[in-house]
């Protein structure tokens, strides 16, 4: 909805870039708090480190393409 939004013109694209990344981020905390509860501690260990790696990427390409700036 966000993309949609910028690519119309609608909404800014630097708010629509922290929009995604709220969303992205609190999809994946949700993912992490769903592998520790169901799986264990053991299983979120191997989980939350893809995780983290994720968000790195994220902030990276948010900002290399200066949508959001740091």
């Known amino acids: 909805s966000a993309a ?5 013109e609608t909404l800014p694209e630097r ?3 922290l929009a995604i990344l709220l969303a ?3 999809n994946q905390v949700s ?3 769903v592998a520790w509860t169901t799986g264990g501690r053991k299983f979120a260990l191997r989980i939350i480190p893809g995780l983290l790696l994720m968000y790195a990427g ?3 390409g948010a900002f290399v393409s200066r949508l959001l700036p740091l």
Do not use: Q, S
């Not at 949609?4 to 119309?8: F, G, P, T």
């Open 58 to 60: 994220l902030g990276i």
């Open 31 to 33: 993912k992490a708090i």
């Open 4 to 8: 949609n939004l910028a690519v119309n």
């Open 24 to 26: 992205f981020c609190t």
């Open 15 to 17: 708010l629509a870039c």
